[in-house]
């Protein structure tokens, strides 16, 4: 089945370490997106990628990177300058046509010790 | 830049009973897309419900349908008959129509809680 996996599950780091989020799609989507959801604020916009090779910075991008290089998958990098790493992380993917929405991945959470 | 605004942190219903989310927008455009998700204890996010802006009549999907009031810019969110498993968070998100896969705007969501 198709579908979009994010891994790992839980992720625990130390203070000061940069850390990689996986999210890979099998479903040929063209964009993908990754969301910070922190208690009460919603998610909030990262980073987006609408083809190969291309991103945009989303609303909270200080302190993330981000690469494109296949299609089906967009790693996001948790840097030591993100003041606030602690969260829980969404990856999505959007088909074409905007009246689709996403495809969610089950979400990684992140916590900096 | 759209906003959403979910003005209600928690609601609560008693099983069987029907309960209304509210969202409104804030936006300038007139052609767009409006979209409720579940988030349940699993923290999946799932699609309940979207809406075409240009469609008058509004979307229905099984117990849960939606009012929208373009001129208002409201987008409530309407559950009946609630069952122990609508417990969630919902958000409320909103999609320009203008150009290629730009992202959804979310709001703050509504924390629901179902009571037996």
């Known amino acids: 089945d198709g579908g979009i996996t994010q891994s790992p599950k839980y992720l625990f780091r130390k203070e000061g370490q940069n850390v990689t989020l996986s999210c890979e799609q099998n479903?040929?989507?063209?964009?993908m997106y990754w969301y910070r959801q922190d208690p009460g604020q919603g998610l909030r916009l990262i980073y987006y990628s609408q083809i190969v090779n291309d991103f945009q910075k989303g609303d909270i991008a200080e302190g993330y990177s981000v690469s494109r290089e296949k299609k089906e998958s967009f790693p996001l990098t948790v840097t030591s300058a993100q003041k606030n790493p602690t969260a829980f992380y969404l990856c999505?993917?959007?088909?074409?046509?905007?009246?689709?929405?996403?495809?969610f991945g089950s979400g990684t959470r992140l916590t900096v010790v | 830049a759209q906003t959403v605004t979910q003005s209600q942190p928690e609601m609560s219903v008693q099983e069987a009973e029907t309960v209304t989310l509210s969202c409104t927008y804030d936006t300038s455009e007139s052609d767009y897309y409006l979209f409720w998700y579940k988030q349940p204890p699993s923290r999946q996010m799932i699609l309940v419900i979207r809406q075409e802006a240009y469609k008058q009549q509004n979307a229905t999907e099984n117990r849960f349908s939606v009012n929208f009031q373009k001129a208002a810019k409201s987008f409530s969110l309407k559950i009946s008959d609630s069952q122990l498993g609508d417990a969630a968070m919902y958000f409320c998100a909103y999609r320009t129509m203008n150009s290629g896969n730009t992202p959804l705007v979310f709001g703050k969501g509504t924390r629901l809680s179902v009571i037996a």
């Open positions: 999505a993917s959007s088909k074409p046509g905007r009246l689709y929405g996403y495809t």
């Open positions: 479903l040929n989507h063209d964009a």
